[in-house]
């Protein structure tokens, strides 16, 4: 089955810098990557995602890069401002014989933007 | 609200008792998902459905743990003979179904603290 890894598991950046967070997964066959972000005490939110035919995809200030060879994908969020701080999850979705599966989680980045 | 619905949201049990939590998924979505997450970790699959069909049960879910979906609508978790080591938040999502890639979209949780 799908393993994801996430990378750094702690992140502290100053207001107005950028953040990146990696993600790294087992199975070539995993072919949709979304990014959930989650406040204390709340619900894992869809922040953004992307489908393994595209290598690149912007909302606003967040982007996600997708390397299908290297099987590594990253959150990259620009112009950081302190309501960013929460724990976001990377996750890949298992696909087995062309139909989707479930999604497999990394285990989180807590990320601190500093005013 | 037509988000994911989960009831109740805080549950405390002693250490034997049988709980059940509730979980009502978005309107006409076909696909449902069980979750659990602990403190640090990021959401680990338990079982999901393919409208009343339960398609797979994770490895890690002993038999003191069933899920209903009875008529494709909403779903039921129970948890037989608790442990304390079943404290966490259990988490339900929906998407709308086999599509290449739908979102995933949680509900709040049901956090279980068992005494």
């Known amino acids: 089955g799908e393993n994801v890894e996430q990378h750094p598991s702690t992140l502290s950046v100053q207001e107005g810098d950028s953040a990146v967070i990696k993600c790294t997964y087992s199975?070539?066959?995993?072919?949709?990557f979304p990014w959930y972000k989650q406040e204390l005490g709340k619900r894992p939110q869809l922040i953004i995602d992307i489908r393994s035919n595209v290598g690149e995809k912007k909302d606003q200030r967040i982007a996600v890069t997708l390397n299908k060879t290297a099987k590594h994908f990253s959150l990259h969020i620009t112009e950081t401002q302190p309501e960013d701080s929460a724990v976001y999850f990377c996750a890949a979705m298992e696909n087995y014989g062309g139909a989707t599966n479930k999604l497999i989680f990394g285990t989180g980045t807590l990320l601190a933007v500093q005013p | 609200d037509t988000g994911v619905s989960q009831n109740p949201r805080h549950k405390i049990t002693k250490r034997g008792q049988n709980v059940t939590f509730r979980c009502d998924p978005i309107?006409?979505?076909?696909?449902l998902y069980w979750y659990r997450q602990t403190l640090g970790q990021g959401p680990e699959f338990l079982t999901y459905?393919?409208?009343?069909?339960?398609?797979?049960k994770s490895r890690l879910l002993s038999d003191r743990f069933s899920a209903e979906r009875p008529k494709g609508s909403f779903s039921t978790l129970e948890i037989q003979r608790t442990e304390q080591g079943d404290s966490a938040m259990y988490l339900c999502?929906?998407?709308?179904?086999?599509?290449?890639?739908?979102?995933?979209?949680f509900g709040n949780g049901t956090r279980l603290t068992v005494t």
């Open positions: 999502a929906s998407s709308p179904g086999t599509g290449y890639n739908s979102p995933l979209h």
């Open positions: 309107s006409e979505h076909n696909r």
């Open positions: 459905f393919q409208n009343e069909a339960q398609l797979e």
């Open positions: 199975d070539s066959a995993s072919n949709y």
